[in-house]
């Protein structure tokens, strides 16, 4: 079944400070930047009386201090560099990734639409039908009046 009820998503960090809270969401993408390190909590809410699937992917990314690295002016940007682009080549894919699941639940959405028009155009050829046929009938009964009215 299709509705247009989302869930709910509140993520907690280790403390249990509340980082982003969304309500009613069929599809959403965020991000964000924590400065604390332990378990940090995503509870998923659906109040929607059917079976929901939720595509949900974690990325974490750690960024690069120059106290902890080795000082060599050679290597820490080559290193710098290759972390962008791996950062950078995981957004390209998790965007691809999301724009697939939006494509398929256009698809959802179309397939319900498309069965949607089917059956209006079915009842509308059924209600022609019926139309003709309550026509054929009064005209013919209007005539066998008439036809009986000028012979008496």
């Not at 009842?123 to 139309?131: D, P």
Request: charged share 25%; hydrophobic share 35%; glycine share 4%.
């Amino acid at each position: 079944h299709y509705t247009q009820d989302g869930v709910d998503l509140v993520v907690k960090g280790p403390s249990g400070e509340q980082i982003h809270d969304f309500r009613d969401k069929t599809s959403e993408k965020f991000d964000f930047v924590t400065r604390h390190k332990g378990v940090h909590q995503f509870c998923f809410t659906n109040k929607s009386p059917y079976h929901e699937t939720i595509d949900f992917d974690i990325h974490v990314s750690h960024f690069t201090y120059y106290d902890q690295h080795a000082k060599d002016e050679h290597f820490n940007p080559l290193l710098e560099q290759v972390s962008k682009l791996e950062e950078a080549l995981y957004n390209i894919q998790f965007e691809q990734h999301w724009l697939e699941a939006q494509t398929e639940r256009q698809a959802i959405v179309n397939e319900a639409m498309s069965r949607r028009a089917i059956h209006k155009a079915f009842f509308e050829s059924a209600a022609l039908v019926g139309a003709s046929a309550l026509q054929v009938y009064l005209l013919r009964r209007l005539f066998e009046r008439k036809l009986g009215v000028t012979r008496v």
